[in-house]
């Protein structure tokens, strides 16, 4: 039986994670939160889990309010100490035990710059003309090896994080993901979720406006964990995985898919991003390709599982 230690268990990802793992007799399942272990203290996060000595760690804490941090300087060192720092001494202390770590991070350690992936030839292309069939077929966005460049300070955090694993542990499955939803979590720093918040709405309003902009891909929180597993029963290489469900939708077609699921008849008016300020700049396409692992179900399949539980 394998020991495996989730932390952030009772976050959006994490309580998904442990029923995944819980589903399956050979693994024997610890869930941490943060009344269990403060992940941003070192000798804490080396004793504890020199404690259980588990074989798989699984880091599923994370600091996400992506807005507090860029208007706070005390949530940004927060958000330093969590997303950047905890994930260094998650990786001395998993490498210690011979353990194999799984770290998440976002799309937002992207720019977003479309014109960037525009211009790039698509592999296999060995001229540079736009009509042959390779530029009509790939899939535009970043790859697992891309550049990165955040342009907030969450996105910021979030790579400083990647950084330390990479820098403290070969065995790491390091997996980028963007715009969860599934079952809110009831920890202290709930954040809700895009779909949850514009229910609320649609239930309140006759009309909402949604950004038609910051195309990137959803992530239905039991899939993730779903996908995790495979990727540690199957022993797929280590490195980098980008895993988000199939398709990729600004938020404005994701809310009128949504207000469509759910028979809601509140009007949809899509805006600019510049109609809605908020403190933290949002890369403006932030589709994370996948070249690595068979492909998660299309979102809109997704969110119709999601509202079919929630009921
Ligand atoms: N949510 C998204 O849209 C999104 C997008 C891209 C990437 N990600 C990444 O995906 C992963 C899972 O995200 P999620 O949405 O499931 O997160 P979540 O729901 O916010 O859960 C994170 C959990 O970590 C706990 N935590 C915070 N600080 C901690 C500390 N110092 N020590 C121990 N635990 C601590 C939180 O507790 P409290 O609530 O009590 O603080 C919470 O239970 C994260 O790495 C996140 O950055 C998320």
């Known amino acids: 039986m394998k020991k495996i230690l989730i932390i952030g268990a009772k976050g959006m990802l994490g309580q998904e994670l442990v029923k995944v793992f819980k589903s399956d007799k050979d693994y024997k399942v610890i869930g941490w939160d943060k009344s269990d272990i403060d992940i941003t203290r070192e000798k804490e996060v080396d004793k504890k889990i020199g404690i259980i000595k588990p074989e798989v760690i699984i880091n599923a804490a994370a600091y996400n309010a992506v807005d507090k941090c860029e208007e706070s300087k005390k949530e940004f060192e927060l958000a ?7 994930p260094g001494y998650l990786a001395k202390a998993t490498k210690k035990q011979k353990a194999i ?3 998440y991070s976002s799309d937002y350690v992207f720019d977003g710059d479309f014109e960037k992936i525009l211009a790039r030839e698509p592999q296999g292309c060995t001229h ?3 009509t042959c069939g390779l530029h009509n077929n790939q899939e535009l966005g970043f790859c697992e090896d891309d550049q990165s460049n955040p342009i907030n300070k969450y996105g910021e955090t979030k790579l400083r994080g990647e950084k330390e694993v990479a820098k403290n542990i070969k065995n790491y499955y390091l997996i980028r993901t963007s715009k ?3 079952k809110p979590s009831k920890t202290e720093g709930a954040k809700k979720s895009f779909f949850e918040v514009m229910l609320a709405a649609g239930k309140k309003n006759k009309e909402v406006k ?3 902009e910051e195309t990137s891909c959803f992530t239905y929180a039991p899939d993730l964990a779903k996908k995790t597993k495979e990727i540690i029963d199957a022993q797929k290489p280590y490195g980098i995985y980008h895993v988000t469900n199939s398709g990729s939708p600004t938020w404005f077609e994701a809310c009128q898919e949504l207000y ?6 509140t009007k949809v008016t899509p805006v600019s991003g510049d109609e809605f300020p908020r403190p933290a700049a949002r890369p403006f396409y932030s589709v994370l390709v996948n070249t690595k692992l068979n492909p998660l179900r299309d979102w809109k399949e997704a969110l119709k599982e999601y509202l079919k539980n929630k009921k």
Do not use: E, P, Q, R
Request: with cysteine; net charge positive; charged share 25%.
């Open 80 to 86: 330093k100490k969590v997303n950047g720092l905890a």
């Open 128 to 130: 540079s003309c736009a």
């Open 101 to 103: 770590l799984v770290h």
């Open 180 to 182: 969860i939803f599934g």
């Open 260 to 265: 469509k699921l759910a028979k809601i008849k």
């Open 210 to 212: 949604a950004v038609d």
